[in-house]
C-alpha cells in the first residue's frame, strides 16, 4: 500500500527557505501514471494547492507562489520536494504531500493517498 | 483561475438525516470534480472523483451528481463518522482549486 510522509523543520525564520521532502514508500516515484503534489493548509483554513511535479521532471505551479516555489523528485531516494522561499507568516500552515489517483489505468489530478502533514510555523 | 464555491459553510444535521453539499464552478469543469472528506488534524481522504465515482472502500451512503458549473454531494443517512469537512476539488484544468469547505456539524 503506497504511503507518504513529510519531513523537514517545523520552524523557520521569515524570509528563509522553506524545504520539505515527501518519501514514497509501497510504490515508485518514477511511476509514469502519477504525479506528486504538495497542497498547504493555513490553521483553521482551507486547502491551497502549491504545485504538482511529474515522474518526467514537468512541473505545474499556483500562480500565486509560482515565483518562490521549485519543486523536484529524487528516484534514487524515491522522493520528491518542494522549496518555498521567502517564507513569511502567512505561509504557516500544515503541509501535504500527496499522489494523483487512478481509477484502474486512468490517472487524474485528484489526490489518493495523501501524507500526514507536517506543521510549518514562520516565526523569528 | 477557476474559483469553487461551496454552500452552505456550515450544515447542522442529525444522525440518520439526508444531506446535500453544493459546488459551484466559476466556469465549466466538465466532470472534473472531486470531494474529500476531512476530520481535525487529519489529512483529507477522497471520497468521490470524477464527479460520481466512489472510491474504493468509501461507504455508498455517499454519493455525487452533477455537471459543468453546479455539483452536489449527498449523503442518504448520517452516521456519527460523518461529521467532519468536506471539500470540493477541481481538476479541469491548472492551477488546482478547492471549495473553501463545508463543515458538517451534529445538530
Known amino acids: 500500500q503506497l504511503q507518504l510522509q513529510e519531513s523537514g523543520p517545523g520552524l523557520v525564520k521569515p524570509s528563509e527557505t522553506l524545504s520539505l521532502t515527501c518519501t514514497v514508500s509501497?510504490?515508485?516515484?518514477?511511476?509514469?501514471?502519477?504525479?506528486w503534489g504538495w497542497i498547504r493548509q493555513p490553521p483553521g483554513k482551507g486547502l491551497e494547492w502549491i504545485g504538482s511535479i511529474y515522474y518526467s521532471g514537468n512541473t505545474y505551479y499556483n500562480p500565486s507562489l509560482k515565483s518562490r516555489v521549485t519543486m523536484s523528485v529524487d528516484t534514487s531516494k524515491n522522493q520528491f520536494s518542494l522549496k518555498l522561499n521567502s517564507m513569511t507568516a502567512a505561509d504557516t500552515a500544515v503541509y501535504y504531500c500527496?499522489?494523483?489517483?487512478?481509477?484502474?489505468?486512468?490517472?487524474?489530478?485528484?489526490?489518493?493517498?495523501w501524507g500526514q502533514g507536517t506543521l510549518v510555523t514562520v516565526s523569528s | 483561475d477557476i474559483q469553487m464555491t461551496q454552500s452552505p459553510s456550515t450544515l447542522s444535521a442529525s444522525v440518520g438525516d439526508r444531506v446535500t453539499i453544493t459546488c459551484r464552478a466559476s466556469q465549466s469543469i466538465s466532470s472534473w470534480l472531486a470531494w474529500y472528506q476531512q476530520k481535525p488534524g487529519k489529512a483529507p481522504k477522497v471520497l468521490i472523483y470524477k464527479e460520481s465515482s466512489l472510491e474504493s472502500g468509501v461507504p455508498s451512503r455517499f454519493s455525487g451528481s452533477g455537471s459543468g458549473t453546479e455539483f452536489t454531494l449527498s449523503i442518504s443517512s448520517l452516521q456519527p463518522d460523518d461529521f467532519a469537512t468536506y471539500y470540493c476539488?477541481?481538476?479541469?484544468?491548472?492551477?488546482?482549486?478547492f471549495g473553501q469547505g463545508t463543515r458538517l456539524e451534529i445538530k
Open positions: 509501497g510504490g515508485s516515484v518514477s511511476s509514469s501514471s502519477h504525479n
Open positions: 500527496a499522489r494523483t489517483g487512478c481509477s484502474g489505468t486512468t490517472c487524474s489530478n485528484w489526490f489518493d493517498p
Open positions: 476539488q477541481q481538476y479541469n484544468s491548472y492551477p488546482i482549486t
